[in-house]
Structure formats: structure tokens, C-alpha cells
């Protein structure tokens, strides 16, 4: 059971610095050993003025999701906050700017909106703050101060964060904010009565791990350095952006290449043919921008070319919702472009696997010569957590499968039985080859044969069963084991909420399990068929309307599956699927 | 058209039977309670027995934050008033809101006092009159060997249950205010201070506190007699006056509370005052007086509320009720018009 299970809000308005002091807090909540998740929300404009909100999950266990109730919100602008006061829980506080530049009026105070056994606590942050710094700039380190002193979390824990965040700084700027911080603090230590049931207090110190705090494009810009990716191209794009940002910065001194290109259909020209050197290469972006790369995928799918493409996935269709997560480029990743062309898709689960997994990518593409999807979204992408990364493989680096001598004319899509074609790079003498489009027979000229296009198709399916059998980690099953009432299948972000609902339902004695899947293509179906036949029913619970990873397992298995499909802009919560597995365990009974 | 907004200030027992009967009365208005306290409406005799009891400050709710749901109240905890401004109808709160109203009900009870001889060392004194003191004091108690109870007044009285019990050695200095609000002649008072002393409390009579002043974490109380105590805590037991600062300068009358009429209504239109801030006209006695008290407060916040909804009802002076200190059951007919109506 947790000790510690707590969400805190900080609503603001661009500008306001509020994503700033969730950042702040999950490294110092991090740095005191608790598990903390934070996911900002804020606008798809660039401009001065817009609600943000930063969502921070704390544990004193690892988490995965999101909370849907808040325990705790921090109000930098109350018109904004007003919105928020729906998801706080009964017993929740409220955190507020008790002296505002002019008087407001009852509409637009945040203070009239609690609900009965609510609490309000109000800290004078912009007056602290001019008084502190002689400005205003710092109400949000004021606000981080209050919070550290309300709920009595370590200040010097805090200030040593700060020192880091802005020691660097010119000028006094770290002194600065730890006076606005520590006038927060003293304000609250000073003047204000705690009497909410607020608490991060634990029975025993924590453990202090050496977490990272990171998000997934964080880790998958890591993973990609580390799996040897040395050139990226791409396109700027919400929330995929920030992975082309890390890597302009470290690929260069590595010897690497990052383009920021026309558009994406531009890049992705430019990664397939940095590829097919042999150079490791990848492109991110969202749902719009794999639409556009849809002709290259194919195209890499027929030559055989590994590239690894990310699609940060966000609300769709078209240029949709840019700032808000959703998992519905399934099917366009496992199915975009014309003729059969299977593909490798993966969707890791947590800002770990987002690092594990992007390097892993790289493996597959180079090693089974096929484009690799792996599929993050907003959430994902941007979601902090204290992540603890695994050691790479090493001998992973290198996995082409080069011709042996004496293999000099033969051709480049020679069939084998494990439907890997040895690829020499171009120009390597002996070894020429053409590339095109076209279906090409194993001696790599175009050929229109019946028989050819039989062989070539069944060789480009093969050598995925090979990755599948080789290098495709079985399924991990959480929870209850044997038979039970309820099976939940997710994937990607939602796998976090659906082990912990699992984990919860567990708890209430509930008989529930749940399966875990990364790699989305290939399936390891028998895996899944037992696991199905395991449940007397099945849930798969998605950030999509269609509900497509169901889909995707209807095509598989042959047993009903209840979708639990939220479109609902923000990511799901473990309260959301519990919810959902107890009315189906109980419909069961 | 919208409904009428009415405006509560004070969440104690005039306020909330208010807010009950306006509801009853008028089920589409607005009814907005505002609270200076950050927790819920608690009886103040309980207060001292929660620094014995492992309670939690919210179990000791007189009601839960679904009577207020139920209600369809709006509940503004621990947000003060800083002013009235009754030509615009408006009331500015601490931190820069303004609410309207169409009718104000006024039930902001009482407050601790300190007596003017005092006044120069409050920060000293430690205050027990709400929930905000008793949770401050409960959380001072593991640390407190030494009490100072100045005055000493019922609510002194009350907190000896805790004190005593808890093996803190309790000094009780006593001053024209001990005992309030109980009325008694000089042989009862004397029984009293005896009965306290065989409990094991030090009684200082006869004598008057000139200075209290801080040496380290000890606090040391000096008196005209030569008599000095040193304490951890030193407790302002002095009685109690209606809390009326917000209302300073805003042009309603005023004496030692909101003087009102027998209908309860206030010097300015659309106000009504109920509760111990009322100093209300009593026809019985041609006089103003303050009343204290639980069934006080719950009698003329109805009163005030139907009164706001239309009717023309009159309050009456309170029963005196009677309290029991040291085996001795005492009439309480009140200081200067205060009565108290609970028994110990």
C-alpha cells in the first residue's frame, strides 16, 4: 500500500512561471526519494497569455499515471483555476494569491468556488514576491515556497534544487529566488495554521535512488545518442519538437548531422537516404507528419531500408489538438501506405521504455532492414518523471548484416529463411546494387513476375516472425494470476494506469490481471491467446474513440473485447480503468 | 431576475441556524457564509476537550460539509472580512474580493479579550477563543510543563480538564475577570478558588499582572503583589467581545457590538445582527445588552434570518442558564449582559 499518493496542481497563465515550479518540485520531491510524474498542460499558441497547468503525481512507490483528483492546487491565476476546482477532491486545498494588484470580484476569485470541506489558504504572492526581489516576476517561487512550507517538505532540499536550476545564472538571479522561495515559506510557517489532512509524511526515510528526471522525448533523444543514431532529420512539431532540439545540440560533437527540414515528407527523404548508407537515422514527429511520410514508409518497407521514425502521437485528425495527448495513430502506424508493408511498431510504456526502446529500435531496423514506428504521444513526450535507465547493450550497436566474401553477385534481395537479405552499403566494391520503388526480384531489377512478388512478399513478412521469435520480448503479465474475471490489455502511456488499477483492483480483491505489450507488430499471439483465455472478459482501455488497439486484437484473438475509448484530451487515469474493471467484474458476478 | 443574495459573516451558531431557516424560507436564493476560522463550526466548550483528545479538529464539526451541500450554501472558510461598505451593499474581504449582497445577516460572534492592562504584551499571551487557538495549543502541549492561566474566566475553567489531567502545573491569576461570565458574591468566588486549589492549581487572588516578559523560551509573569510565575504558555482567559473590527468606520452603530432592535435589524437597511456581535434593545430591561451562549445564538439567528425574509418577529432576552465549577452549580446571568447558557 502507498504511504504516499498525492496530486498537486499549479494552474497559471503563460508566463506566469508555472510550469517551472512543477518542474522544480518533482526534482526536489525526486531528490528526497519520492516517485513523482509530472505533465504540463498548456496552449497550442505561442503567446503571452493562455491557462497552463503543471500536474504533478507524487508516491512514495513508483507511478505511471497521472491522478484525476488533486489533492493540493496552486492558484496563479484564478479565472484559470476556477476550471480546475472540478477535479479537487473533497478534503483538497487551495492554495491562493490572497493580495491581487486590485481588488476582483466574486466571478473571477478562485476563494468562492470551494466546496464546503474544502480548504483555502491564502499567501500574498505577489506582494511576497516584491518585497523579496522587488518585483513581481517571482510570485511562482513564492508559491513554490508556500507549498514546501504548508505541507512541510525539506526547504533546504528546495533551495539546493534552486541553486542548481539557477546557480549558473548571471548576476544574483539564484539568490533572488531562493529569497521569493524562502519568503513563501517563512509567510506560510509564520501567518498561516495548517488544519487539512494534506500530508507527504512517511513512516520511514525513502530510499534516495539515482533518478534522472527526464521526459520521454528527453529519454528517446538519450536512447538514440546511445543506440548510435548520428543523423536526424525533421520538421518541427508539437510535442515531437523537443527531440530535435537535444539532438541539434549533441549530435554534432559526436561526429552526427541534425537538418531541420522543409517539411516532412523532406525529412524523412533525407533519413531514408542517410539510412541506406548506413548511417543510423531517425525523424520524429506527430500523427500530420506521418500522414506525409506515409509514401516513404512504403518506400522503405520495398528497398529494405532501416529507418526509425517516432510519432509523438497528439489529437487528430489533421493539424488537430497540437498540445493534447491521444493515442490514435495505431492504425495509421501499423497500416499506413499502399500493398502489404509490414513494419516493426513499437509503443513503450514509460519514459524508461522510451529510452530502452528507441535504442532498441535502431537494433531491429539495422538488424530485420525495415522501418520501425515507435509510437509515444503527448503524454508520453512530455511527462517528467525521477526515471531510472537501463544499461544498453552494446553489441547492439552494430546489427546489419553485412554479405560475406564471396557472396559478390548476389543479389540484394537474396530470399532467405529467416527472410533477412545480407546488405552490403553502397559502394562497397563488388557489392552494387539499385534502388527503386519498384518490386525487385532477388538479383535487385525490377520484376513484375506473379512469382517474384509471391517471393518478396512472404521474405519482407518472414523476417519479421524471425525479429518476433528472436529479439520481440514476450508478454509480461501483472496482477492476479490463473484464471480471472477480467484481462486488461494496454498499450503505450495507458499501460501505467492500467498496472496500477490492475494492481489497485488486486488489492480490493478483485480478480484482475493485466498484459503489457511494447512491441505492437509483430504480436506474440499465442502469448496473448492464453492470456485471453485466462479472463472471462477482456478490457483495452485507449486515449481513442475507435478504440484501435482492440481492433488490432480482434484481428488476433476471438473473444469479445470490451473498449474503454476516452477522447477526453488529457491522459488517462488509473481511476479511469478501475472504475471501468469494477462495473464489468461486477456485471460479471 | 436573479434571486436575493444573502450574505452570512460568522460560520458559529447564529450564522448557521441563519443560513438553515433563509433556506427554508427561500429556496432559489443565494446564501453565502463567510468565516474568518479555517475550520468548521465547532462548539466552544468542546474546544478544551480536544487538547485532551486524540480527536481531529474536523470530527468536532457541529456539522459536516454535507449540511452545508445539502443546503446549497456557499461556505467561504478562512477568508476575513477586511470591511462592509453598506451603501454599496458590498462586503471587501481580506484579500481583495468583493461580494455583493441584498441582505446581510451580521453573526460574527465573539472573540477573546485583553483587557487594556494587558495589551502591551499580547504576543506573549497565548489566546483561546476558536478552533484556530485550540489547534495551535494542542499542537504546543507536548512541549508545555507550566501554565499561566491569566484572568480566568469559564473557558480557563474548561481548559483545566485538559491542563490538570495531563500533569501540567497550573498557576490561575485572577483578575476582576475571573469566572466570567459567572455572577457571584465574594464567598462563592472564594469556595471556587479553594475548590481549584484542592485540584492542584496554584490560585494567585487579590492580585493585579504589571508585566510579562520573555526570558529564553520562558515566559515570566510578574504581578503588583511581587508574586512571579514562570511559564511555557501563558493563557488570556479575560472574557469575551463581539468581533466587530470590519465594521469600524462603516457607519453602522455600534457599541460593544452591533447595536439592533428587537427585530434584530441594524441601523443601516438590509442588515441584521444575531448572536454575541448583537448588542440588541430588550423591552423587558429598556436597555442594550450582549448576550453569550449557545441557545442565544441559535434563538436570534433565526430570528434575524425570518426577520430578512420578510417578517416582523421580535427576540426575547434569554433563559440564564447555569454552570457547575468544583461540584457547585452556579446561575449564570452574565457580565455586564452576558449570560451563559451552557452547563459544564
Known amino acids: 500500500m502507498r504511504q504516499v499518493d498525492l496530486t498537486i496542481e499549479i494552474c497559471g497563465s503563460s508566463g506566469d512561471g508555472t510550469l517551472a515550479v512543477g518542474e522544480i518540485l518533482v526534482n526536489t520531491l525526486s531528490d528526497l526519494g519520492y516517485r513523482a510524474l509530472s505533465f504540463d498542460v498548456y496552449p497550442a499558441e505561442i503567446r503571452g497569455f493562455g491557462k497552463c497547468v503543471a500536474h504533478c503525481r507524487v508516491s512514495d512507490k513508483p507511478v505511471y499515471s497521472v491522478g484525476r483528483s488533486v489533492d493540493a492546487l496552486v492558484s496563479l491565476n484564478d479565472p484559470y483555476s476556477i476550471e480546475q476546482l472540478a477535479t479537487l477532491k473533497p478534503g483538497g486545498v487551495v492554495l491562493f494569491d490572497s493580495w491581487p494588484l486590485r481588488e476582483v470580484s466574486e466571478e473571477s476569485c478562485v476563494a468562492g468556488r470551494l466546496g464546503p470541506g474544502m480548504y483555502l489558504y491564502g499567501v500574498p504572492f505577489g506582494e511576497l514576491s516584491q518585497r523579496s526581489t522587488h518585483g513581481a516576476r517571482s510570485r511562482n517561487l513564492v508559491a513554490l515556497g508556500a507549498i514546501a512550507g504548508l505541507f512541510d517538505i525539506d526547504a533546504e532540499a528546495f533551495e539546493a534544487g534552486l541553486d542548481r536550476k539557477f546557480g549558473g545564472k548571471k548576476g544574483n538571479v539564484a539568490q533572488t529566488v531562493k529569497a521569493a522561495f524562502r519568503a513563501g515559506h517563512d509567510y506560510v510557517k509564520e501567518k498561516l495554521l495548517k488544519v487539512d489532512p494534506v500530508s507527504f509524511a512517511v513512516k520511514e526515510e525513502l530510499e534516495k535512488k539515482d533518478f534522472q528526471i527526464m521526459n520521454g522525448n528527453q529519454a528517446a533523444a538519450r536512447g538514440a545518442i546511445e543506440a548510435g543514431c548520428r543523423f536526424y532529420a525533421g520538421y518541427p512539431i508539437t510535442p515531437a519538437t523537443k527531440i530535435m532540439e537535444i539532438l541539434s545540440a549533441k549530435l554534432p560533437p559526436l561526429g552526427g548531422r541534425v537538418v531541420q527540414a522543409e517539411d516532412e515528407i523532406s525529412a524523412i527523404g533525407m533519413v531514408t537516404g542517410a539510412a541506406m548508407m548506413g548511417t543510423r537515422a531517425m525523424t ?42 491521444e493515442q490514435s495513430d495505431l492504425l495509421l502506424a501499423l497500416f499506413s501506405g499502399n500493398g502489404d508493408a509490414p513494419r516493426i511498431v513499437v509503443a513503450p510504456t514509460s519514459v524508461e521504455e522510451c529510452h530502452y526502446w528507441t535504442s532498441e529500435a535502431f537494433y531491429l531496423a539495422e538488424k530485420y532492414q525495415t522501418p520501425v514506428i515507435l509510437l509515444m504521444d503527448l503524454f508520453l ?12 547493450d552494446k553489441a547492439k550497436l552494430s546489427a546489419n548484416k553485412s554479405p560475406s566474401p564471396g557472396e559478390e553477385g548476389v543479389g540484394r534481395f537474396k530470399v532467405t529463411e529467416d527472410g533477412v537479405s545480407p546488405r552490403a552499403l553502397p559502394g562497397t566494391p563488388g557489392f552494387e546494387w539499385t534502388v527503386s520503388g519498384l518490386e525487385q526480384n532477388e538479383l535487385d531489377s525490377p520484376s513484375y513476375y506473379a512469382n517474384v512478388h509471391t517471393e518478396m512478399t512472404e521474405k519482407r513478412a518472414r523476417k519479421l516472425m524471425t525479429a518476433l521469435q528472436n529479439d520481440v520480448p514476450r508478454p509480461e503479465r501483472f496482477g492476479a494470476k490463473g484464471k480471472v474475471k477480467l484481462g486488461v490489455m494496454g498499450w503505450g502511456s495507458t499501460m501505467g494506469a492500467v498496472i496500477e488499477a490492475v494492481e489497485r483492483a488486486n488489492e480490493a480483491g478483485l480478480s484482475a490481471a ?68 469494477e462495473r464489468l467484474i461486477t456485471e460479471t458476478s | 431576475m436573479a434571486g436575493n443574495h444573502y450574505v452570512i459573516i460568522g460560520n458559529g451558531a447564529a450564522g448557521n441556524k441563519a443560513a438553515e431557516t433563509l ?93 487594556e492592562y494587558l495589551s502591551h504584551f499580547e504576543k506573549l499571551l497565548t489566546k483561546f477563543s476558536n478552533g484556530k487557538h485550540a489547534i495551535e495549543l494542542k499542537s504546543m502541549m507536548p512541549g508545555i510543563k507550566r501554565v499561566t492561566i491569566l484572568g480566568g474566566d469559564a473557558i480557563g475553567l474548561q481548559l483545566l480538564n485538559a491542563f490538570l489531567p495531563a500533569g501540567k502545573d497550573v498557576t490561575m491569576i485572577m483578575d476582576e475577570y475571573r469566572f466570567w461570565p459567572l455572577e457571584s458574591d465574594a464567598g462563592s468566588m472564594d469556595r471556587l478558588a479553594r475548590a481549584l486549589e484542592a485540584k492542584g492549581v496554584k490560585v494567585v487572588r487579590n ?66 445582527a444575531a448572536g454575541e456581535c448583537a448588542q440588541m434593545y430588550y423591552e423587558e430591561i429598556k436597555d442594550y445588552r450582549c448576550q453569550t451562549g449557545y441557545q442565544n445564538a441559535v434563538r436570534k439567528g433565526e430570528k434575524a434570518a425570518l426577520n430578512a425574509l420578510g417578517a416582523d418577529e421580535s427576540a426575547k432576552l434569554c433563559e440564564p442558564g447555569k454552570l457547575v465549577v468544583g461540584g457547585e452549580e452556579f446561575i449564570t446571568y452574565g457580565w455586564k449582559g452576558f449570560t451563559l447558557d451552557e452547563t459544564s
Open chain 1, 284 to 325: 520524429a514527429t506527430s500523427g500530420p507528419g506521418v500522414c506525409l511520410m506515409t509514401e516513404f514508409i512504403g518506400y522503405n518497407v520495398m528497398t529494405e531500408n532501416p529507418v526509425v521514425i517516432v510519432d509523438s502521437q497528439r489529437g487528430g485528425p489533421a493539424t488537430g489538438l497540437p498540445t493534447k495527448t
Open chain 1, 381 to 392: 513526450s512530455t511527462c517528467k518523471t525521477n526515471a531510472v535507465l537501463s544499461e544498453l
Open chain 1, 514 to 581: 493485466a498484459l503489457k505489450q511494447v512491441v505492437l507488430n509483430p504480436l506474440h499471439v499465442e502469448d496473448i491467446e492464453k492470456f485471453v483465455d485466462d479472463c472471462e472478459k477482456i478490457l483495452v482501455p485507449e486515449l481513442n474513440y475507435s478504440g484501435q488497439f482492440a481492433r488490432w486484437l480482434s484481428m488476433h484473438v476471438n473473444k469479445p473485447i470490451h473498449g474503454l475509448n476516452m477522447v477526453k484530451c488529457s491522459p488517462l487515469t488509473y481511476l479511469d480503468v478501475l472504475e471501468e474493471i
Open chain 2, 23 to 115: 433556506r427554508k424560507g427561500d429556496p432559489e436564493g443565494r446564501i453565502t457564509v463567510i468565516s474568518a476560522e479555517p475550520v468548521h463550526f465547532i462548539h466552544r466548550h468542546r474546544l478544551a476537550g480536544f487538547l485532551a483528545e486524540e480527536a481531529n479538529i474536523a470530527d468536532l464539526a457541529v456539522h459536516p460539509p454535507s449540511w452545508y451541500e445539502e443546503l446549497n450554501l456557499r461556505l467561504r472558510l478562512n477568508q476575513p472580512v477586511e470591511r462592509v461598505d453598506f451603501e454599496d451593499k458590498s462586503i471587501l474581504l481580506a484579500h481583495r474580493e468583493r461580494i455583493k449582497y441584498d441582505k446581510l445577516l451580521i453573526c460574527s460572534g465573539a472573540k477573546h479579550r485583553i483587557p
Open chain 2, 207 to 272: 492580585d493585579h499582572v504589571t508585566e510579562v516578559e520573555k526570558r529564553g523560551e520562558t515566559k515570566v509573569v510578574s504581578t503588583r503583589g511581587g508574586v512571579k510565575v514562570e511559564s511555557d504558555v501563558v493563557l488570556v482567559c479575560s472574557g469575551m467581545v463581539p468581533c466587530l473590527d470590519f465594521l469600524a468606520d462603516s457607519g453602522i452603530d455600534t457599541q460593544m457590538g452591533v447595536l439592533v432592535d428587537d427585530k434584530l435589524r441594524a441601523s443601516v437597511e438590509d442588515v441584521w
